[in-house]
Protein backbone atom coordinates (compact mmCIF):
# COMPACT_ATOMS: atom_id res chain seq x y z
CA UNK A 1 0.00 0.00 0.00
CA UNK A 2 1.94 2.92 -1.49
CA UNK A 3 0.43 6.22 0.64
CA UNK A 4 1.34 9.66 -0.08
CA UNK A 5 3.58 11.17 2.79
CA UNK A 6 1.63 12.79 5.88
CA UNK A 7 -1.25 11.56 4.64
CA UNK A 8 -2.37 8.45 5.99
CA UNK A 9 -0.05 7.94 9.34
CA UNK A 10 -1.37 10.26 12.28
CA UNK A 11 0.10 10.83 15.64
CA UNK A 12 -0.85 10.62 18.99
CA UNK A 13 -0.74 13.76 20.63
CA UNK A 14 -0.47 13.43 24.33
CA UNK A 15 -1.36 16.97 25.26
CA UNK A 16 0.02 17.27 28.90
CA UNK A 17 0.00 13.90 29.93
CA UNK A 18 3.89 12.97 29.15
CA UNK A 19 4.88 10.57 31.71
CA UNK A 20 7.52 11.81 34.31
CA UNK A 21 10.26 10.10 36.31
CA UNK A 22 8.39 9.44 39.35
CA UNK A 23 5.20 8.02 37.09
CA UNK A 24 7.70 5.59 35.50
CA UNK A 25 9.23 4.42 38.68
CA UNK A 26 6.13 3.57 39.87
CA UNK A 27 4.92 1.87 36.50
CA UNK A 28 7.84 -0.14 36.99
CA UNK A 29 6.48 -1.48 40.03
CA UNK A 30 3.03 -2.43 38.76
CA UNK A 31 3.77 -4.04 35.46
CA UNK A 32 6.47 -6.51 37.32
CA UNK A 33 9.75 -4.93 35.98
CA UNK A 34 11.16 -3.88 39.33
CA UNK A 35 10.37 -7.56 40.86
CA UNK A 36 11.99 -8.80 37.75
CA UNK A 37 15.34 -7.10 38.33
CA UNK A 38 15.09 -8.27 42.42
CA UNK A 39 14.67 -11.92 41.24
CA UNK A 40 16.53 -12.24 38.21
CA UNK A 41 20.67 -11.19 36.90
CA UNK A 42 20.62 -8.89 34.36
CA UNK A 43 17.31 -8.82 32.14
CA UNK A 44 17.42 -6.07 30.42
CA UNK A 45 17.23 -6.24 26.99
CA UNK A 46 20.77 -6.76 26.16
CA UNK A 47 21.78 -7.93 22.83
CA UNK A 48 18.24 -6.87 21.40
CA UNK A 49 18.23 -4.64 18.77
CA UNK A 50 14.81 -2.19 18.35
CA UNK A 51 13.23 -0.15 16.27
CA UNK A 52 11.50 3.13 16.88
CA UNK A 53 9.29 4.64 13.66
CA UNK A 54 8.18 8.28 14.23
CA UNK A 55 5.49 10.23 13.27
CA UNK A 56 6.47 13.72 12.81
CA UNK A 57 4.99 16.52 15.15
CA UNK A 58 4.95 18.81 12.26
CA UNK A 59 3.74 18.35 8.47
CA UNK A 60 5.95 21.31 7.57
CA UNK A 61 9.39 19.87 8.95
CA UNK A 62 10.44 16.47 9.79
CA UNK A 63 10.14 16.34 14.23
CA UNK A 64 10.59 13.10 14.98
CA UNK A 65 14.32 12.26 16.35
CA UNK A 66 14.89 10.87 20.08
CA UNK A 67 17.32 13.25 21.54
CA UNK A 68 19.75 11.07 23.54
CA UNK A 69 20.67 13.57 25.71
CA UNK A 70 16.96 13.97 26.87
CA UNK A 71 16.82 13.90 30.88
CA UNK A 72 14.13 10.77 29.85
CA UNK A 73 16.48 8.93 27.25
CA UNK A 74 19.79 9.26 28.62
CA UNK A 75 21.65 6.85 26.81
CA UNK A 76 24.86 7.34 24.64
CA UNK A 77 24.50 9.14 20.80
CA UNK A 78 26.08 5.57 19.24
CA UNK A 79 23.24 3.59 20.66
CA UNK A 80 21.17 5.26 17.58
CA UNK A 81 21.02 5.44 13.81
CA UNK A 82 18.48 7.83 12.39
CA UNK A 83 16.50 6.79 8.93
CA UNK A 84 13.86 8.65 6.48
CA UNK A 85 13.94 9.20 2.85
CA UNK A 86 16.84 11.43 2.83
CA UNK A 87 19.41 9.15 4.45
CA UNK A 88 20.88 8.10 7.54
CA UNK A 89 23.00 8.45 9.76
CA UNK A 90 24.39 7.63 13.58
CA UNK A 91 24.86 11.33 14.53
CA UNK A 92 22.32 13.42 16.45
CA UNK A 93 21.54 16.79 15.98
CA UNK A 94 21.45 16.22 11.98
CA UNK A 95 19.85 17.06 8.90
CA UNK A 96 17.47 14.42 8.56
CA UNK A 97 15.25 15.80 11.00
CA UNK A 98 15.04 17.43 14.56
CA UNK A 99 14.25 16.55 18.02
CA UNK A 100 10.44 14.96 18.43
CA UNK A 101 9.06 15.37 22.61
CA UNK A 102 6.64 12.34 21.79
CA UNK A 103 9.95 10.83 20.67
CA UNK A 104 11.42 11.15 23.85
CA UNK A 105 8.83 10.29 25.90
CA UNK A 106 8.51 6.99 23.95
CA UNK A 107 12.23 6.37 24.25
CA UNK A 108 11.67 7.21 27.92
CA UNK A 109 9.20 4.50 28.67
CA UNK A 110 10.85 1.79 26.55
CA UNK A 111 14.26 1.99 26.88
CA UNK A 112 15.76 5.16 28.38
CA UNK A 113 17.55 5.22 32.03
CA UNK A 114 16.66 4.60 34.57
CA UNK A 115 12.63 4.52 33.67
CA UNK A 116 12.36 2.90 30.89
CA UNK A 117 11.36 -1.23 30.71
CA UNK A 118 14.61 -2.30 28.50
CA UNK A 119 17.99 -0.27 29.38
CA UNK A 120 20.38 -1.78 28.03
CA UNK A 121 19.03 -2.72 24.68
CA UNK A 122 21.94 -3.37 21.25
CA UNK A 123 21.02 -0.42 19.36
CA UNK A 124 18.05 1.74 18.02
CA UNK A 125 17.09 2.65 14.79
CA UNK A 126 14.67 5.89 14.72
CA UNK A 127 12.61 6.23 11.79
CA UNK A 128 10.53 8.82 10.41
CA UNK A 129 7.63 6.45 10.44
CA UNK A 130 5.68 7.87 6.74
CA UNK A 131 9.68 6.35 5.21
CA UNK A 132 9.39 2.88 7.56
CA UNK A 133 6.10 2.04 6.45
CA UNK A 134 5.93 3.23 2.52
CA UNK A 135 9.92 2.07 1.90
CA UNK A 136 10.24 -1.15 4.77
CA UNK A 137 6.89 -3.13 4.98
CA UNK A 138 5.32 -1.95 2.30
CA UNK A 139 8.02 -3.33 0.21
CA UNK A 140 9.11 -6.09 2.46
CA UNK A 141 12.74 -5.08 2.27
CA UNK A 142 14.53 -6.19 5.34
CA UNK A 143 15.66 -3.46 7.70
CA UNK A 144 18.83 -3.65 10.09
CA UNK A 145 18.07 -6.46 12.19
CA UNK A 146 15.74 -5.16 14.19
CA UNK A 147 13.77 -7.79 16.60
CA UNK A 148 10.79 -5.43 17.99
CA UNK A 149 9.52 -2.28 16.94
CA UNK A 150 7.42 -0.08 18.97
CA UNK A 151 4.93 1.80 17.15
CA UNK A 152 3.38 4.52 19.34
CA UNK A 153 1.32 5.71 16.15
CA UNK A 154 -1.70 4.84 13.68
CA UNK A 155 -2.85 5.30 10.71
CA UNK A 156 -6.32 7.05 12.27
CA UNK A 157 -9.91 5.85 10.93
CA UNK A 158 -9.33 3.92 7.86
CA UNK A 159 -11.81 2.33 5.68
CA UNK A 160 -12.13 -1.17 6.01
CA UNK A 161 -10.56 -1.98 2.50
CA UNK A 162 -7.60 0.46 3.60
CA UNK A 163 -7.51 -1.37 6.95
CA UNK A 164 -7.03 -4.60 5.47
CA UNK A 165 -4.41 -3.71 2.73
CA UNK A 166 -2.18 -1.76 6.36
CA UNK A 167 -2.68 -4.92 8.37
CA UNK A 168 -1.51 -7.84 5.21
CA UNK A 169 1.73 -5.36 4.89
CA UNK A 170 2.48 -5.48 8.62
CA UNK A 171 1.79 -9.20 9.00
CA UNK A 172 3.27 -10.65 5.88
CA UNK A 173 6.55 -8.34 6.84
CA UNK A 174 6.16 -10.15 10.11
CA UNK A 175 6.54 -13.77 8.58
CA UNK A 176 9.25 -13.14 6.45
CA UNK A 177 10.99 -11.19 9.18
CA UNK A 178 10.28 -12.83 12.67
CA UNK A 179 9.69 -9.03 13.56
CA UNK A 180 7.67 -7.97 16.49
CA UNK A 181 5.33 -5.24 15.83
CA UNK A 182 4.03 -3.61 19.46
CA UNK A 183 1.54 -1.26 18.09
CA UNK A 184 -0.55 1.26 19.77
CA UNK A 185 -3.89 0.97 20.01
CA UNK A 186 -5.63 4.05 19.00
CA UNK A 187 -6.32 6.67 22.43
CA UNK A 188 -10.07 6.53 23.05
CA UNK A 189 -10.66 10.13 22.19
CA UNK A 190 -9.34 10.17 18.78
CA UNK A 191 -11.58 7.12 16.69
CA UNK A 192 -14.08 4.45 19.32
CA UNK A 193 -12.63 1.47 16.99
CA UNK A 194 -8.89 0.49 17.20
CA UNK A 195 -6.61 1.44 14.61
CA UNK A 196 -4.15 0.34 12.35
CA UNK A 197 -1.29 -0.81 12.92
CA UNK A 198 -2.76 -2.17 15.59
CA UNK A 199 -5.23 -4.02 13.93
CA UNK A 200 -2.59 -6.35 12.46
CA UNK A 201 -3.36 -10.01 13.21
CA UNK A 202 0.34 -10.94 13.99
CA UNK A 203 1.39 -7.70 15.95
CA UNK A 204 0.32 -7.23 19.69
CA UNK A 205 -2.00 -4.26 20.26
CA UNK A 206 -1.67 -2.16 23.13
CA UNK A 207 -4.32 -0.45 25.36
CA UNK A 208 -3.78 2.51 27.93
CA UNK A 209 -5.08 1.63 31.67
CA UNK A 210 -4.77 4.58 34.09
CA UNK A 211 -7.26 4.63 37.82
CA UNK A 212 -9.25 1.08 36.98
CA UNK A 213 -10.26 2.20 33.74
CA UNK A 214 -8.72 1.97 29.68
CA UNK A 215 -8.13 4.89 28.01
CA UNK A 216 -7.78 3.18 24.29
CA UNK A 217 -9.72 2.57 21.73
CA UNK A 218 -11.61 -0.19 21.67
CA UNK A 219 -12.36 -3.51 19.93
CA UNK A 220 -13.49 -5.72 17.98
CA UNK A 221 -11.84 -5.13 14.77
CA UNK A 222 -14.18 -3.38 11.95
CA UNK A 223 -13.06 -5.83 9.55
CA UNK A 224 -14.31 -9.02 10.79
CA UNK A 225 -15.01 -8.32 14.52
CA UNK A 226 -11.46 -9.78 15.81
CA UNK A 227 -10.41 -9.14 19.79
CA UNK A 228 -7.91 -5.68 19.55
CA UNK A 229 -6.48 -4.69 21.85
CA UNK A 230 -3.93 -7.63 22.95
CA UNK A 231 -3.04 -6.24 26.15
CA UNK A 232 -2.69 -2.99 28.50
CA UNK A 233 -0.17 -1.34 30.11
CA UNK A 234 -0.01 1.90 32.33
CA UNK A 235 -0.63 4.84 30.70
CA UNK A 236 -3.79 7.88 30.00
CA UNK A 237 -2.06 7.59 26.21
CA UNK A 238 -1.36 4.75 24.50
CA UNK A 239 1.87 6.16 23.28
CA UNK A 240 3.18 5.57 26.78
CA UNK A 241 1.81 2.31 27.39
CA UNK A 242 3.13 0.72 24.11
CA UNK A 243 6.55 1.07 24.65
CA UNK A 244 6.25 -0.35 28.07
CA UNK A 245 4.89 -3.54 26.37
CA UNK A 246 7.83 -3.51 23.48
CA UNK A 247 10.52 -3.45 25.85
CA UNK A 248 8.63 -5.92 28.31
CA UNK A 249 9.44 -8.32 24.82
CA UNK A 250 12.83 -7.18 24.61
CA UNK A 251 13.49 -8.41 27.91
CA UNK A 252 11.77 -11.91 27.64
CA UNK A 253 13.71 -12.44 24.23
CA UNK A 254 16.70 -11.59 25.92
CA UNK A 255 15.56 -13.89 28.43
CA UNK A 256 14.85 -16.66 26.20
CA UNK A 257 18.01 -16.58 23.72
CA UNK A 258 20.14 -16.55 26.71
CA UNK A 259 18.52 -19.94 27.95
CA UNK A 260 16.46 -18.54 30.63
CA UNK A 261 13.38 -20.57 28.91
CA UNK A 262 15.33 -24.01 27.96
CA UNK A 263 17.44 -25.26 25.51
CA UNK A 264 15.61 -24.30 22.58
CA UNK A 265 16.21 -20.72 22.70
CA UNK A 266 15.35 -20.54 18.73
CA UNK A 267 11.36 -22.05 19.83
CA UNK A 268 11.51 -19.20 23.36
CA UNK A 269 12.73 -16.49 20.89
CA UNK A 270 9.63 -17.02 18.27
CA UNK A 271 7.64 -13.81 18.23
CA UNK A 272 4.57 -16.07 18.75
CA UNK A 273 6.03 -17.33 22.44
CA UNK A 274 6.89 -13.98 23.12
CA UNK A 275 3.15 -12.99 22.29
CA UNK A 276 2.00 -15.92 24.40
CA UNK A 277 3.48 -15.43 27.44
CA UNK A 278 3.03 -11.89 27.53
CA UNK A 279 -0.88 -11.94 27.21
CA UNK A 280 -1.11 -15.16 29.62
CA UNK A 281 1.15 -13.05 32.19
CA UNK A 282 -0.87 -10.06 32.23
CA UNK A 283 -3.32 -9.54 35.25
CA UNK A 284 -7.27 -9.25 35.23
CA UNK A 285 -8.37 -5.45 36.12
CA UNK A 286 -11.97 -5.29 37.88
CA UNK A 287 -14.48 -6.11 35.33
CA UNK A 288 -12.63 -8.13 32.79
CA UNK A 289 -14.65 -10.48 30.60
CA UNK A 290 -14.29 -12.47 27.46
CA UNK A 291 -16.59 -14.94 25.74
CA UNK A 292 -16.31 -18.51 23.78
CA UNK A 293 -16.03 -16.42 20.96
CA UNK A 294 -14.25 -13.56 21.84
CA UNK A 295 -11.51 -14.51 23.43
CA UNK A 296 -10.00 -11.04 24.94
CA UNK A 297 -11.32 -8.49 26.48
CA UNK A 298 -12.72 -5.17 23.93
CA UNK A 299 -11.22 -3.06 25.96
CA UNK A 300 -8.62 -4.49 28.25
CA UNK A 301 -7.49 -7.16 25.51
CA UNK A 302 -5.70 -10.12 28.34
CA UNK A 303 -5.58 -7.67 30.63
CA UNK A 304 -2.65 -5.64 32.39
CA UNK A 305 1.09 -6.45 31.11
CA UNK A 306 2.92 -7.70 34.24
CA UNK A 307 6.13 -9.10 32.53
CA UNK A 308 7.80 -10.76 36.04
CA UNK A 309 4.96 -13.50 36.05
CA UNK A 310 5.07 -14.15 32.06
CA UNK A 311 9.20 -14.54 32.73
CA UNK A 312 8.31 -16.88 35.27
CA UNK A 313 6.11 -18.60 32.73
CA UNK A 314 8.86 -18.95 30.29
CA UNK A 315 11.20 -19.86 33.08
CA UNK A 316 8.63 -22.94 33.49
CA UNK A 317 10.24 -24.40 29.95
CA UNK A 318 8.87 -25.74 27.11
CA UNK A 319 7.20 -28.56 27.65
CA UNK A 320 5.69 -31.01 24.98
CA UNK A 321 2.09 -31.92 24.66
CA UNK A 322 1.39 -35.46 25.88
CA UNK A 323 -0.67 -37.32 22.93
CA UNK A 324 -1.61 -36.51 20.04
CA UNK A 325 -5.39 -38.05 18.73
CA UNK A 326 -7.47 -37.00 15.19
CA UNK A 327 -10.78 -38.06 14.38
CA UNK A 328 -13.42 -36.60 11.94
CA UNK A 329 -13.94 -33.22 10.95
CA UNK A 330 -16.46 -31.04 13.64
CA UNK A 331 -16.55 -34.67 15.56
CA UNK A 332 -15.80 -34.98 19.64
CA UNK A 333 -12.84 -35.18 20.63
CA UNK A 334 -13.33 -36.01 24.53
CA UNK A 335 -9.95 -36.74 26.67
CA UNK A 336 -8.26 -39.86 25.76
CA UNK A 337 -7.18 -42.41 28.49
CA UNK A 338 -3.11 -41.42 29.08
CA UNK A 339 -1.37 -41.77 32.77
CA UNK A 340 1.15 -39.06 31.59
CA UNK A 341 0.75 -36.20 32.55
CA UNK A 342 2.93 -32.46 32.58
CA UNK A 343 4.54 -31.92 35.52
CA UNK A 344 5.23 -28.15 35.15
CA UNK A 345 1.67 -25.73 36.19
CA UNK A 346 3.56 -22.96 34.82
CA UNK A 347 5.52 -23.00 31.57
CA UNK A 348 4.74 -23.09 27.52
CA UNK A 349 5.33 -25.06 24.39
CA UNK A 350 5.89 -24.16 20.69
CA UNK A 351 4.49 -26.77 18.43
CA UNK A 352 2.63 -27.69 15.49
CA UNK A 353 -0.56 -29.15 14.71
CA UNK A 354 -1.75 -31.15 11.87
CA UNK A 355 -4.73 -31.62 9.77
CA UNK A 356 -6.85 -32.59 6.63
CA UNK A 357 -9.43 -31.45 4.90
CA UNK A 358 -11.52 -34.47 6.51
CA UNK A 359 -9.93 -34.79 10.31
CA UNK A 360 -9.13 -32.72 13.12
CA UNK A 361 -5.84 -32.49 15.15
CA UNK A 362 -6.01 -32.70 18.86
CA UNK A 363 -2.48 -31.47 21.01
CA UNK A 364 -3.33 -32.41 24.46
CA UNK A 365 -1.62 -31.29 27.42
CA UNK A 366 -2.45 -33.28 30.49
CA UNK A 367 -1.98 -31.63 33.90
CA UNK A 368 -2.22 -32.72 37.79
CA UNK A 369 -3.25 -29.52 39.44
CA UNK A 370 -3.04 -29.48 43.23
CA UNK A 371 -3.71 -26.96 45.19
CA UNK A 372 -0.89 -26.32 47.51
CA UNK A 373 -2.80 -25.11 50.82
CA UNK A 374 -5.07 -28.30 50.33
CA UNK A 375 -8.38 -27.01 49.63
CA UNK A 376 -10.42 -24.37 47.92
CA UNK A 377 -10.04 -23.32 44.04
CA UNK A 378 -7.41 -22.46 41.51
CA UNK A 379 -6.49 -20.26 38.92
CA UNK A 380 -5.97 -20.61 35.58
CA UNK A 381 -4.80 -19.14 32.57
CA UNK A 382 -3.65 -20.57 29.35
CA UNK A 383 -3.22 -18.82 25.57
CA UNK A 384 -2.84 -19.90 22.77
CA UNK A 385 -0.99 -18.00 19.30
CA UNK A 386 -0.44 -18.48 16.07
CA UNK A 387 0.29 -16.14 12.99
CA UNK A 388 -1.73 -15.31 9.87
CA UNK A 389 0.43 -16.84 7.23
CA UNK A 390 2.64 -14.99 4.48
CA UNK A 391 0.04 -14.22 1.77
CA UNK A 392 -3.12 -15.23 3.04
CA UNK A 393 -6.01 -13.20 3.49
CA UNK A 394 -7.37 -15.86 6.25
CA UNK A 395 -6.15 -17.64 8.93
CA UNK A 396 -6.11 -21.20 10.12
CA UNK A 397 -8.79 -22.15 12.70
CA UNK A 398 -7.12 -23.19 15.90
CA UNK A 399 -9.38 -23.72 19.48
CA UNK A 400 -8.19 -24.20 23.10
CA UNK A 401 -10.30 -26.45 25.44
CA UNK A 402 -9.68 -27.56 28.82
CA UNK A 403 -11.32 -31.02 29.79
CA UNK A 404 -12.06 -32.36 33.32
CA UNK A 405 -9.96 -35.53 32.54
CA UNK A 406 -12.05 -37.33 35.26
CA UNK A 407 -15.53 -37.16 33.47
CA UNK A 408 -14.80 -36.23 30.11
CA UNK A 409 -16.88 -32.92 31.16
CA UNK A 410 -15.55 -29.50 29.06
CA UNK A 411 -15.06 -27.15 31.72
CA UNK A 412 -14.07 -23.91 29.38
CA UNK A 413 -13.51 -22.95 25.64
CA UNK A 414 -12.19 -20.27 23.42
CA UNK A 415 -13.43 -20.64 19.84
CA UNK A 416 -13.17 -17.61 17.82
CA UNK A 417 -13.42 -17.97 14.12
CA UNK A 418 -11.39 -14.88 13.27
CA UNK A 419 -8.88 -14.63 16.25
CA UNK A 420 -5.46 -15.75 15.73
CA UNK A 421 -4.62 -15.72 19.48
CA UNK A 422 -7.33 -17.97 22.07
CA UNK A 423 -7.45 -17.36 25.85
CA UNK A 424 -8.97 -19.06 28.93
CA UNK A 425 -8.97 -17.48 32.47
CA UNK A 426 -11.13 -19.61 34.92
CA UNK A 427 -10.22 -17.79 38.74
CA UNK A 428 -12.28 -20.95 40.15
CA UNK A 429 -11.02 -24.16 39.52
CA UNK A 430 -11.13 -27.03 41.32
CA UNK A 431 -8.29 -29.30 41.94
CA UNK A 432 -8.52 -31.86 39.74
CA UNK A 433 -7.00 -33.79 36.63
CA UNK A 434 -7.59 -31.86 33.39
CA UNK A 435 -7.33 -32.02 29.53
CA UNK A 436 -5.83 -29.07 27.98
CA UNK A 437 -6.25 -29.18 24.10
CA UNK A 438 -5.02 -27.68 20.90
CA UNK A 439 -7.45 -28.49 18.19
CA UNK A 440 -6.92 -27.27 14.81
CA UNK A 441 -10.32 -27.58 12.89
CA UNK A 442 -9.83 -29.56 9.73
CA UNK A 443 -12.20 -28.89 6.32
CA UNK A 444 -11.98 -27.71 3.10
CA UNK A 445 -11.50 -24.04 3.43
CA UNK A 446 -7.99 -24.47 5.55
CA UNK A 447 -4.81 -22.60 5.25
CA UNK A 448 -2.46 -24.86 5.37
CA UNK A 449 -2.78 -28.91 6.72
CA UNK A 450 -0.21 -27.75 9.61
CA UNK A 451 0.03 -24.53 11.55
CA UNK A 452 2.52 -23.58 14.26
CA UNK A 453 1.65 -22.57 17.34
CA UNK A 454 2.88 -21.08 20.74
CA UNK A 455 0.80 -22.15 23.84
CA UNK A 456 1.88 -20.42 27.68
CA UNK A 457 -0.10 -21.83 30.52
CA UNK A 458 -0.35 -21.26 34.21
CA UNK A 459 -2.16 -23.50 37.35
CA UNK A 460 -1.90 -21.71 40.88
CA UNK A 461 -2.90 -21.15 44.20
CA UNK A 462 -1.34 -18.26 46.23
CA UNK A 463 -1.40 -19.95 50.24
CA UNK A 464 -0.94 -17.03 52.87
CA UNK A 465 0.79 -18.13 55.70
CA UNK A 466 0.94 -16.50 59.21
CA UNK A 467 3.51 -17.32 62.30
CA UNK A 468 4.50 -15.87 65.22
CA UNK A 469 7.69 -14.44 65.45
CA UNK A 470 8.55 -13.01 69.09
CA UNK A 471 5.41 -10.18 69.51
CA UNK A 472 5.13 -9.78 65.86
CA UNK A 473 3.26 -11.46 63.09
CA UNK A 474 4.71 -13.02 60.47
CA UNK A 475 2.97 -12.62 56.86
CA UNK A 476 4.08 -14.90 53.49
CA UNK A 477 3.44 -15.82 50.29
CA UNK A 478 5.26 -16.53 46.81
CA UNK A 479 6.56 -13.62 44.66
CA UNK A 480 4.63 -15.50 41.76
CA UNK A 481 2.30 -15.06 40.28
CA UNK A 482 2.45 -11.16 40.96
CA UNK A 483 -0.09 -9.13 41.39
CA UNK A 484 -1.80 -9.61 44.69
CA UNK A 485 -2.53 -7.08 47.18
CA UNK A 486 -2.28 -8.23 51.28
CA UNK A 487 -5.58 -6.55 53.17
CA UNK A 488 -6.86 -6.75 56.81
CA UNK A 489 -10.00 -6.07 58.28
CA UNK A 490 -10.87 -5.84 61.72
CA UNK A 491 -13.29 -8.48 61.68
CA UNK A 492 -15.53 -10.12 59.12
CA UNK A 493 -18.88 -9.20 59.95
CA UNK A 494 -20.63 -8.21 56.97
CA UNK A 495 -19.79 -6.64 54.95
CA UNK A 496 -16.36 -6.83 56.16
CA UNK A 497 -14.30 -3.87 55.62
CA UNK A 498 -10.79 -4.35 53.80
CA UNK A 499 -8.08 -2.07 53.79
CA UNK A 500 -4.28 -1.50 53.36
CA UNK A 501 -3.63 1.02 55.89
CA UNK A 502 -0.72 0.59 58.18
CA UNK A 503 0.27 -2.92 56.08
CA UNK A 504 4.27 -1.91 54.74
CA UNK A 505 5.19 -2.74 51.40
CA UNK A 506 6.91 -6.49 52.02
CA UNK A 507 10.38 -7.41 51.21
CA UNK A 508 11.55 -9.96 48.71
CA UNK A 509 13.62 -13.00 50.64
CA UNK A 510 14.15 -16.59 49.17
CA UNK A 511 11.06 -15.87 46.74
CA UNK A 512 8.61 -15.25 49.41
CA UNK A 513 6.65 -11.87 50.03
CA UNK A 514 7.78 -11.30 53.76
CA UNK A 515 5.44 -8.87 56.41
CA UNK A 516 6.27 -7.91 59.89
CA UNK A 517 3.23 -6.44 61.23
CA UNK A 518 3.33 -5.36 65.50
CA UNK A 519 0.98 -8.23 67.12
CA UNK A 520 -0.98 -4.89 68.82
CA UNK A 521 -2.02 -4.45 65.28
CA UNK A 522 -6.17 -4.14 65.62
CA UNK A 523 -6.94 -5.94 62.82
CA UNK A 524 -6.90 -10.12 63.16
CA UNK A 525 -7.96 -10.87 59.00
CA UNK A 526 -5.94 -10.72 56.40
CA UNK A 527 -6.51 -11.85 52.48
CA UNK A 528 -4.54 -11.64 49.35
CA UNK A 529 -6.60 -9.86 45.88
CA UNK A 530 -6.23 -8.92 42.73
CA UNK A 531 -8.02 -5.69 41.08
Known amino acids: MNAPRRQIILLFLAAALFSGPAARAQNLGQIGVTLLRAITTNVDGSGIRVAQPEASLSTNSPIWEVNPANASVGQPGTLFTYISDTGSTNNFPNALGSESSHADSVAGNFYGIPGGVATNVAHVDNYDADFFFSNYVSNLLPMPT ?8 TFGALDVTDQLQVDSAYDDYSETFGTL ?3 AANNIGNNPTVCA ?5 NCISVGAYANGTYY ?50 NS ?74 IAVL ?38 LVWNRQLGRTNINDLDLFLFNAANSNLVACSTSRVDNVEHLWLPQLPPG ?13 TVSDAETYALAWEFFSEPLQIAQVETN ?48 NVNRFFRLRRP
Open 433 to 445: RYDLQVLKNGGTD
Open 181 to 183: FVS
Open 197 to 201: PGTAY
Open 346 to 383: SGWDFNTNSTSTTSDGVNHYFFNVTNESGSGWLTATAT
Open 473 to 520: AALSWPVYPAGFTLESATNLASPAVWTTNNIPPPVVTNNQNYILLDET
Open 146 to 153: AAIVNQSF
Open 216 to 265: NSIGPTSDNGRCKPDITALSSVTSFSTPQVAGAAALLMQAALRGDGGGDT
Open 268 to 341: ASDIRTIKALLLNGAIKPAGWTNSNSSPLDARYGAGVLNVFNSYEQLAGGKQNFTVSTFGPAGSPHPPPANPNS
